[in-house]
Every structure is written in structure tokens, then in C-alpha cells.
């Protein structure tokens, strides 16, 4: 699938030029993951959505996988929480994280088959259709 044209327009301003290098190789690791046409959620390329709700009755839409190419890193959300791919994160390589985001400053120097493996499993966790949290709330699952 290919990124759409807000997509690709937003991805050449990115800077540095290394942030723009590995968001070009992450729009086609998440279209290979999702097989979806990525979309701009203000500043994070999305693909795919799911709905949640918080137990107070607040709810909303949220990307089912995404990236934003930020100055200081990539931030990879995980809607299903970081805690869920420990393992996985192990062999990653250099990274740092919160509660739903992975942090990357170079691809160059990541597995990315491992991220892959990442991405998708946070995908399909979240598509599945009972997956209905937000990363903070399903730290510990």
C-alpha cells in the first residue's frame, strides 16, 4: 500500500535527515505489518484504528499502530503497552521507552526484523477486537 500524499508531504519535512531516512523504512515495515495505507493523526502516521475506553466512560479512536519521526528520536506507540514485548525488546538493541511508546534514535542500529516482530504484535493484539485499553491503563498485562 502506499503512504498517501499528506503522508509522504509531512515525511519531507521531517528533520533531522536521519529521522526522515527511518521514517521512510518504517512506512513500508508498517505497511508490510498492517497491509494498510498509512494516515496522518496530527503528528503520528497511523494505520488502522481502534476504539477505547477509559473505566470512567471517557472513550476515543486511537492509531492501531504508529510512528512519529520526532527531532530527538522515533517515537513507535504501542497501544498494547512496552511491557507486553519485553522479551522482544531485550534483543531490539538501543532504545528507551515509556508505558505505550518505544523510543528510537537510529534504525541503523536496531534489529529490525525484531522491531517488526514488535509492531506486529501490537497490531494484531489491538485488531483483535477485545483489546479495549490505552497502554497506561494495561501496563502490567
Known sequence: MSASTEVREFVSRVTPAKRQR????????????????????????????????????????????????????????????????????????????????????DLAVVDLTVLEEIVRASYFAVTAGTYTQRARDGAGS
Do not use: M, N
Open 22 to 105: 527511518d521514517a521512510e523504512t518504517l512506512l513500508d515495515l508498517y505497511a508490510r505489518v498492517t497491509g494498510l495505507s498509512p494516515h496522518l493523526w496530527a503528528t503520528i502516521i497511523g494505520y488502522g484504528s481502534y476504539h477505547y475506553r477509559y473505566d470512567s466512560g471517557r472513550e476515543g479512536d486511537a492509531p492501531a499502530a504508529g510512528f512519529s519521526p520526532r527531532k530527538a528520536a522515533t517515537s513507535i506507540y504501542l497501544a498494547d503497552g512496552v511491557g507486553a514485548h519485553a522479551e522482544l525488546l531485550a534483543r531490539l538493541g538501543p532504545h528507551t521507552h515509556g508505558v505505550g511508546c518505544l523510543y528510537l534514535k
